[in-house]
């Protein structure tokens, strides 16, 4: 049973023909003359046939009432696997694309000429980021295994005090990184994890796609909307794009619009930009 099937249909109602037979029974009640044996057992029979009809009908659509309760049920639950589904699918190509994406731009930054990057380093930050998506890889199977969730170890949300870090890795592998923070105090958690995210993700397209480039980072607060700018200048002259799978402006996008944000990306000057809009109300 597919995520996106409809709504399960309660089948045919047992009610209405039963009213038309009470109908049709009421009818031959009042025809009957009232004179004779007819008028003293014809409408104990009537009478009889309603009440099984009334039964019947009853019963039936008791039956039918449990028999939708349980489709709704396999449906609603079938919804939430999928969503879950998806949700792993998104958490997974996050944790390879950015950790392999991350190793194969930084081992490319390495080899670009006019950068002086000491191949040393280069290793050192590859096996580094190589270690740090298996911890990742393990950690996200132990979930799946542990269908309780209770051996899983746990670690804390990111939020804003952790960008520093983000961008020092996408730094490592290649573009020189400007940050901005506007007046965002009382951020709540889900917020600033959202942020988080969006940083990251675009931050390893840069390194992708334009690399040792210069890239903007612009967190700031706009009403009750926190907004999130990246963009970068282009790629730099000689660069080879390395492009991932595909998906991580399109999960991007389905995230933010799945909290009710919005988000853009688009071509800017020579670059590229990616804009979100997170509602801060009610993301704690």
């Not at 931050?203 to 926190?226: C, E, F, K, M, Q």
Request: hydrophobic content about 45%; overall charge neutral; aromatic content about 4%.
């Amino acid at each position: 049973m597919g995520a996106d099937q409809a709504l399960p249909s309660r089948g045919r109602r047992v009610w209405p023909p039963a009213i038309a037979v009470h109908v049709v029974l009421l009818l031959v009640l009042l025809s009957v003359n009232r004179g004779g044996r007819a008028a003293v057992v014809l409408p104990v029979v009537i009478a009889a046939l309603a009440l099984a009809v009334t039964v019947w009908a009853a019963f039936h659509a008791r039956r039918q009432r449990i028999a939708y309760e349980a489709r709704i049920a396999a449906w609603a639950g079938e919804r939430a696997a999928q969503a879950e589904r998806l949700r792993i699918a998104r958490e997974l190509h996050d944790i390879v694309s950015h950790g392999l994406g991350l190793i194969t731009v930084r081992a490319s930054a390495a080899r670009y000429p006019g950068t002086g990057d000491d191949p040393s380093a280069a290793l050192s930050d590859i096996e580094r980021i190589g270690r740090q998506t298996t911890t990742e890889l393990r950690r996200m199977l132990n979930v799946l295994r542990d269908s309780t969730g209770t051996t899983a170890p746990l670690r804390p949300a990111e939020s804003l005090h952790d960008l520093p870090a983000i961008i020092e890795d996408a730094e490592r592998a290649g573009p020189a990184v400007t940050l901005k923070l506007g007046e965002i105090d009382d951020i709540s958690s889900g917020a600033q994890l959202a942020v988080c995210s969006i940083v990251r993700e675009a931050l390893t397209n840069t390194a992708r796609h334009a690399g040792p480039t210069s890239a903007n980072v612009y967190v700031r607060r706009d009403g009750d909307w926190i907004v999130t700018s990246v963009w970068d200048e282009g790629p730099v002259d000689g660069w080879t794009p390395h492009p991932g799978a595909g998906h991580g402006i399109e999960g991007l996008r389905e995230r933010v619009t799945a909290i009710g944000g919005t988000f853009d990306a688009e071509h800017a000057d020579n670059g590229f930009r990616v804009t979100a809009r997170i509602p801060e109300a009610g993301m704690s």
